[in-house]
């Protein structure tokens, strides 16, 4: 599939609690594992859309939970996710289902695009990008505002986390 971009993908409501909360956010919301029980807070509906969707197009029958955080206008080197535990200890890739990014709020944006392997995203409020395991991606620099979602869905419980 290599990457699907979806746009004004949640209602107006919902996108308005997800811009709510991120602006309450003084720093970004910390990595942390989510198995499929998780029971959340005011986003929590939110992320069953978006796992929902994301499950429309990957393989979902042996997924284990979820890790989330978020970029509140941060910006990230060149990386590929993965399990960094295991790649610590074993110097070896283990990968998620996929890589999901749902901006919350874009605006004033310069620069800040999505660059993914030789493909480029620019973010966009309110769009959903969904993206194979093992492509290496990154965000260009940028100024203005740009807050995003990440959720990486899991056939197993990261080493990360355990």
């Not at 990230?76 to 749902?102: A, M, Q, W």
């Not at 959903?128 to 419980?157: Q, S, T």
Request: glycine share 6%.
């Amino acid at each position: 599939m290599g990457f699907r971009v979806i746009d004004n993908f949640l209602t107006t409501p919902r996108l308005n609690v997800m811009k709510y909360e991120f602006k309450r956010l003084k720093e970004n919301i910390p990595l942390k594992w989510c198995d499929e029980t998780y029971p959340g807070q005011k986003v929590k509906h939110t992320r069953k859309v978006i796992l929902k969707e994301v499950a429309k197009h990957y393989n979902f029958r042996r997924y284990k939970g979820f890790e989330e955080w978020s970029q509140n206008n941060t910006q990230c080197n060149s990386h590929v996710d993965k399990d960094e535990g295991y790649f610590k200890r074993t110097n070896n890739l283990k990968f998620p289902i996929c890589s999901v990014i749902f901006y919350v709020e874009v605006k004033d944006l310069t620069g800040g695009r999505l660059v993914l392997g030789e493909d480029i995203i620019t973010p966009k409020t309110n769009r959903l990008v969904i993206f194979d395991p093992g492509i290496y991606h990154y965000v260009e620099p940028f100024n203005g505002i740009r807050r995003a979602y990440l959720i990486n869905p899991w056939n197993f419980k990261p080493e990360t986390f355990i």
